[in-house]
């Protein structure tokens, strides 16, 4: 359940002195086993921010968006998600092909500058399979259903009249686009019926197609190519995308029934995943960094749980992956319906108010998902693995922060709002300047705009006409494109 106010207040932040903040862990160094050391605990997941050109290219406000968080001093910062095919897919990064190096180079080349060299730089590498957008019902009975007899048979009942066992298939189509929807809906096959009031979307159990038949034999040598342009463009690693709505975690969810040997079993069901791990290891060893974004829990009906998340930790750590960063829910298996004409969005339904905890939500959405990350964690510690752990999910606070490292429920603390919100908390909370902090009030005003596929920004900032500008703004011309300097 969800309502319009905000029911939680925001937590004690417990800002440092700077002497405090210099000896808490969180402002600890750390070392993976690639050898790559994060100067702090720091971590900005993925944002995908929408400021690509529509062939997928890095443009200056792309160099803009990434500068501005590099200023602010985290330990990592990850890429958003990043398109390892070479095909359209709006302003959203992409790495599918060598024409993409170069942009990337001036990406990293920003960060290493503005960061004095200090912030480590992964880029999130995914692949996802077709969406199409929520057709008018007229549109998708006349030209999209394919017309069985079950649909005849539904239609004899429906009128109680047995002619239209032998009806043409424009006669079905006609009869069912001139029903209410809800009513010819009932008519349909669950999957239809998602086609219909969801837009239609393929699955990786869609094995009839020869394009998803073949996906275990492509995507190994997809992800190691993107990894290996990742390399030549000089980040310091890539995060395989295994989490959310997309094709990887799709492979990891008890939902996928494939029976080719890559579903249905738990072991099945990390082939893939571990096929892809091994291939970009191969093809990018030591000191090239490879992490794992992947779901503790996906928080759907039928989906995965902790146990499943905590299978996937061992299977990833043991099969070579050098830090884990762990998100929640984020699928389309029970995102809201769009409108018509829009295309269904996985951080609408349950799954997604957990992935993005909000304010509004009846559970208060502070530090929500740590309690998993400390189980994952101890699990893998238990079988003497010692691949660090991100842990995200409204931790905007330095008490927070401080306390999921000092438990040892993880070795990274990931935040992703408050980040936007103000990217120089961490250096703010550094140098004992935490009273400065903008803090995110997690009302999810940037969420809503990565939605409706516009350049995202945080409503605390992006009007602010007090704060020193350089002029820079979004394509409506209106809202400011990263937020206002600060000087230390
Ligand atoms: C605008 C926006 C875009 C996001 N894009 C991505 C993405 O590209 N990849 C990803 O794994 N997560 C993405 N996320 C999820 C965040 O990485 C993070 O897991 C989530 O916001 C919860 O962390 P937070 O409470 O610190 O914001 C996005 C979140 C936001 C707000
Ligand atoms: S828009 Fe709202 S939820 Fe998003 S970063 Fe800003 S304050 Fe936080």
Redesign the pocket.
């Known amino acids: 359940m969800t309502s319009s106010r905000p029911r939680h207040p925001l937590p004690e932040p417990g800002w440092p002195t700077r002497a405090e903040a210099e000896a808490s862990r969180l402002f600890s160094p750390i070392t993976l086993a690639s050898g790559c050391t994060a100067e702090n605990r720091g971590w900005i997941?993925?944002?995908?921010?929408w400021r690509a050109t529509e062939d997928g290219s890095v443009t200056d406000a792309v160099l803009r968006w990434y500068r501005r968080f590099a200023e602010g001093g985290p330990g990592v910062l990850v890429v958003?998600?990043t398109g390892i095919r070479d095909v359209k897919s709006g302003p959203l990064l992409r790495i599918g092909h060598d024409r993409f190096i170069p942009g990337l180079r001036r990406l990293v080349d920003t960060v290493r500058t503005a960061s004095s060299g200090r912030t480590r730089l992964l880029i999130?590498i995914?692949d996802f399979l077709s969406i199409r957008r929520r057709p008018e019902p007229e549109a998708y009975f006349r030209r999209f259903l394919a017309v069985h007899d079950r649909h005849r048979t539904a239609l004899a009942d429906h009128f109680a009249d047995d002619a239209w066992r032998a009806a043409s298939d424009d006669g079905v189509r006609n009869a069912l686009a001139s029903l209410p929807i809800e009513t010819a809906a009932t008519l349909l096959s669950e999957r239809e019926r998602d086609d219909l009031l969801r837009g239609a979307r393929e699955r990786v159990t869609d094995t009839h197609l020869p394009h998803i038949a073949e996906l275990p034999k492509v995507l190994p040598g997809l992800f190691a190519d993107a990894a290996a342009r990742a390399r030549e463009a000089g980040f310091d690693g890539v995060e395989l995308?295994y989490?959310?709505a997309y094709t990887m975690a799709s492979f990891l969810s008890p939902i996928n029934t494939r029976d080719d040997g890559f579903g249905t079993t738990p072991e099945g069901r990390l082939r893939l995943p571990l096929d892809v791990l091994g291939a970009v290891r191969a093809r990018t060893p030591a000191p090239f960094t490879v992490g794992i974004?992947f779901l503790a829990d996906e928080c759907i009906r039928g989906g995965g749980d902790i146990d499943d998340g905590i299978r996937h930790a061992l299977a990833f750590a043991r099969g070579g992956a050098d830090v884990l960063s762990l998100?929640v829910g984020?699928k389309f298996d029970d995102a809201a319906a769009p409108r018509i004409g829009e295309a269904i969005y996985p951080?609408t339904g349950a799954s997604g108010e957990a992935?993005?905890?909000t304010v509004f939500g009846d559970v208060p959405?502070w530090s929500r998902h740590v309690p998993l990350a400390a189980r994952i964690r101890g699990a893998l510690r238990g079988n003497g693995l010692p691949v660090p752990i991100v842990t995200?999910?409204?931790?905007?606070t330095f008490r927070e922060a401080e306390a999921a490292l000092a438990t040892g429920s993880a070795d990274f603390v990931?935040?992703?709002?408050?980040?936007?919100a103000d990217p120089d908390w961490w250096t703010k909370m550094r140098t004992g300047r935490g009273a400065e902090i903008r803090r995110?009030i997690?009302t999810?005003y940037?969420?809503a705009?990565?939605r409706r596929h516009v350049e995202?920004t945080c409503q605390l900032w992006d009007r602010d006409t007090t704060a020193p500008d350089d002029g820079g703004r979004c394509a409506d011309g209106r809202r400011r494109d990263i937020a206002p300097p600060f000087s230390v």
């Open positions: 997941p993925a944002m995908v921010p958003e998600a999130q995914l995308h989490a959310h974004r998100s984020g951080y992935c993005m905890p959405p995200a999910g409204a931790i905007g990931g935040s992703a709002r408050q980040s936007l995110c997690y999810n940037c969420e705009l990565d995202v």
